[in-house]
Nanobody, 116 residues
Framework: QVQLVESGGGLVQAGGSLRLSCAAS????????TGWYRQAPGKKRELVAA???????NYADSVKGRFTISRDNAKNTVYLQMTSLKPEDTALYYC??????????WGQGTQVTVSS
C-alpha cells in the first residue's frame, strides 16, 4: 500500500522560504512520476512542479525561478524548495505519485500560508 506523508508547511512572511517534504512508503519514488500540486480556497487544484523517474523537472510558470523540486532516492523522499514566497502561493500543497502511468496516489496535504 502506497502512503505519502507531506510535511514542512507553515506560516511565513512574503519573501521567505519553506521546504516541503513528501516521504513515501510502499513504493519506490525512483520509478515514479512525482508532482506537487496546490489548491487555494475557491480555486482548482493546480500542478506546481513535477519530477520524472529520469529526473526531468517541470514547473508552473508562476513558480519558475522560485521553486525547486528534487528527489532523494536514499530517503525515498521528494522535496519542494520554495523561495521568494508570495501571498498568492498560499494554498494546501499536495504530493502526488503516479506509478506505471495510471496508478495515482495522493498525500493528505500540508498548508502553506504566506502573509504580506
Amino acid at each position: 500500500q502506497v502512503q505519502l506523508v507531506e510535511s514542512g508547511g507553515g506560516l511565513v512572511q512574503a519573501g521567505g522560504s519553506l521546504r516541503l517534504s513528501c516521504a513515501a512508503s510502499g513504493s519506490n519514488l525512483r520509478f515514479a512520476e512525482t508532482g506537487w500540486y496546490r489548491q487555494a480556497p475557491g480555486k482548482k487544484r493546480e500542478l506546481v512542479a513535477a519530477i520524472t523517474s529520469a529526473g526531468s523537472t517541470n514547473y508552473a510558470d508562476s513558480v519558475k525561478g522560485r521553486f525547486t523540486i528534487s528527489r532523494d532516492n536514499a530517503k525515498n523522499t521528494v522535496y519542494l524548495q520554495m523561495t521568494s514566497l508570495k501571498p498568492e502561493d498560499t494554498a494546501l500543497y499536495y504530493c502526488n505519485v503516479l506509478l506505471r502511468g495510471y496508478d495515482s496516489h495522493w498525500g493528505q496535504g500540508t498548508q502553506v500560508t504566506v502573509s504580506s
